[in-house]
């Protein structure tokens, strides 16, 4: 069983930046052993949860959704387990509950239903 615990989030002004963190534990071997796809997902309020960065955790390899890429920066430390989003220019639409979800054999790595596990999330507030 994988638990994934988020930390990072708080309040800014637009234009400024947040860096998120996941640090993942329980897990039978370690994630560059098997590629899990790590995953940050956002919810805002009455919205639907989207994908946001993904990262390929064998390879490195990572993926955005075109709204946040060129701010965000979705990375690694395998030594740590832990799984980053670095937030630059964040916008007011960028306010949401933020989450991680790691999956293993995942399809479509911005949907949600691909993923066993989850992390509690936490919030982004942007204001203007």
């Known amino acids: 069983q994988v638990q994934l615990v988020e930390s990072g989030g708080g309040s800014v002004q637009a234009g400024g930046s947040l860096r998120l963190s996941c640090t993942a534990s329980?897990?039978?071997?370690?994630?560059?052993?098997?590629?899990?796809?790590m995953t940050w997902f956002r919810q805002a309020p009455g919205k639907e949860r989207e994908g946001v960065a993904g990262?390929?955790?064998?390879?490195?390899?990572?993926l955005y959704a075109d709204s946040v890429r060129g701010r965000f920066t979705v990375s690694q430390d395998n030594a740590k387990n832990t799984l980053f989003l670095q937030m630059n220019n964040l916008k007011p639409e960028d306010t949401a509950m933020y989450y991680c979800?790691?999956?293993?054999?995942?399809?479509?790595?911005?949907?949600?239903?691909?993923?066993?596990?989850w992390g509690q999330g936490v919030q982004v507030t942007v204001s203007k």
């Open positions: 329980g897990a039978s071997h370690t994630p560059h052993e098997t590629t899990y796809w």
């Open positions: 979800a790691a999956g293993i054999r995942v399809g479509i790595w911005s949907r949600e239903n691909w993923y066993q596990y």
């Open positions: 990262l390929a955790t064998r390879t490195g390899s990572a």
